[in-house]
């Protein structure tokens, strides 16, 4: 008989190259050859269900616990810093984004450049804006890097405004960045020593401030549902992110949760009741456990006031503040350029924050108004601003077609933005991929919020015209 002449199809023939090619690299660098093959099989997930790929980056970002697997200076010369897990998913789910938004016709239609044109703009400016700081910057190549992070974190706007597209995925979302921050508190608990809980990458006081953005997200998600399993396990989530909160030992996160607390019982809407006893139930959990239970370590730390080195970080970032208030010192040349306004009138206690070990500045505020200036300072708030305006007037628009659950989720994501934001008085996070997603919620929650209004005006509609029609005899 005739031999059989074997044919496959060209994808077959594609996959056997890539798995050829892949072992050639495992070959060569072991680590460099199982990243490629994760990160092909996060593209083909990202491109066949980018919800599924947001949620996968979602938690990850929580879970960098390689930080410099890529370094590009190596792999790339010319590229002078290295690029975390992180940063590297993070690409390649703006590189599936871009992928679908050519390819998939729904996916093209719903842009967010075209529905939200000032809060485009907004964007564009601050990104244009830290490009433009490299002129004047003192490390050009720290501006490079700040350029490539926050172009990847604004990119995250778009991405979430194309996944998100029904109740269901909000819940989703939301549900992962829960899980991403409680996942770092486990791992940081598995690895950590000393008195404070710390994350899997994060020191104390920035786990601390996930955590109380997952306390409000998950109280969000246990009032959005009618499932009373799904509601036991939110109320469980709430309650590991606030004993989280209170085992960091951090003042910034506590002082956080009580404004969050606070904030509840302006924005739980109809809920405010539950909020109250859940807000009562914190403190007094906070109180007795620092009263009888905490380490000295932990209950001195709480109770005294100890500034210094923040004190004195604060003095060098608003010397730079003073000395170039327009357009600053450069995107992410903080720590480079304080060491040139050390010596000037005024005693610092901890010039080795400066000198030794330089710092950020502690405080998302004044860090982005010494490198940015007033200028950039300002476009960032118009940002945040801009967000926070779109969540409360979709929790508005939900009350109003009596969507309660997608209400809840509203408001929750409003809570965790200011609880992030009280924490940043306190840290220098402007690089937070938790930040920008919740920045990134707003428009995609108004969107939403429109779709279900412009549904419920059409059913209206049908319903008035179909009354108008008399009935045949």
């Not at 390649?92 to 809060?119: E, I, K, N, T």
């Not at 890097?145 to 819940?171: C, M, Q, S």
């Not at 604060?314 to 357009?327: G, N, Q």
Request: hydrophobic share 60%.
């Amino acid at each position: 008989p005739m031999a059989t002449r074997i044919e496959a199809p060209a994808w077959q023939w594609g996959l056997l190259f890539i798995a050829a090619a892949i072992g050639v690299l495992a070959g060569v660098d072991p680590v460099i050859g199982l990243v490629t093959a994760l990160g092909l099989a996060f593209v083909a997930l990202a491109f066949a269900d980018l919800l599924a790929g947001l949620c996968v980056f979602l938690v990850i970002s929580f879970l960098d616990v390689v930080p410099d697997v890529l370094p590009l200076t190596e792999l790339v010369p010319g590229i002078p810093f290295a690029i975390g897990i992180t940063k590297f998913v993070g690409l390649l789910l703006a590189m599936s984004w871009l992928a679908r938004v050519a390819s998939v016709p729904h996916v093209a239609r719903r842009g967010f450049l075209g529905d939200q044109p000032a809060f485009s703009l907004a964007l564009i400016a601050f990104l244009a804006w830290v490009a433009l700081s490299s002129l004047w910057a003192e490390s050009f190549t720290n501006s490079g890097e700040a350029l490539l992070r926050f172009g990847l974190n604004i990119l995250l706007i778009p991405i979430v405004y194309a996944a998100v597209r029904t109740r269901k995925h909000i819940a989703l979302v939301l549900s992962a960045v829960v899980l991403g921050a409680i996942a770092s508190a486990v791992v940081g608990t598995a690895s950590g020593v000393g008195f404070r809980l710390a994350g899997a990458t994060v020191e104390p006081n920035e786990l601390a401030a996930t955590l109380v953005a997952g306390l409000a997200l998950a109280g969000g998600l246990a009032a959005a549902t009618d499932r009373p399993s799904l509601r036991r396990v939110a109320v469980g989530a709430a309650a590991v992110c606030a004993v989280g909160v209170v085992l960091t030992a951090s003042r910034a996160g506590l002082l956080a949760m009580g404004v969050v607390l606070l904030a509840a019982l302006l924005f739980a809407g109809r809920l405010r009741g539950p909020a109250i006893t859940a807000g009562a139930l914190v403190v007094v959990g906070c109180l007795a456990y620092f009263a009888a239970l905490a380490p000295p370590d932990a209950r001195e730390r709480v109770t005294t006031l100890e500034t210094t080195g923040r004190a004195d970080i604060w003095t060098v970032a608003w010397r730079m503040v003073e000395d170039k208030p327009l357009h600053g010192v450069g995107a992410n040349n903080f720590t480079t350029a304080s060491v040139h306004y050390l010596l000037e009138p005024g005693e610092l206690e901890r010039s080795d924050f400066i000198v030794d070990k330089p710092k950020v500045a502690h405080n998302i505020y004044l860090h982005l108004l010494a490198e940015l200036g007033i200028i950039g300072l300002g476009l960032f708030l118009a940002i945040l601003l801009a967000s926070l305006r779109l969540s409360l007037k979709a929790a508005s628009r939900f009350r109003q077609l009596g969507d309660q659950q997608s209400e809840m989720m509203s408001r929750a994501v409003v809570l965790a933005l200011i609880g992030l934001l009280t924490t940043d008085f306190f840290a220098s996070t402007q690089f937070s991929n938790q930040l920008w997603f919740l920045i990134a919620v707003g428009p995609a929650l108004w969107a939403l919020a429109r779709a279900e209004g412009a549904e419920s005006a059409q059913e209206d509609s049908f319903a008035g015209t179909h009354r108008a029609v008399p009935a045949f005899r």
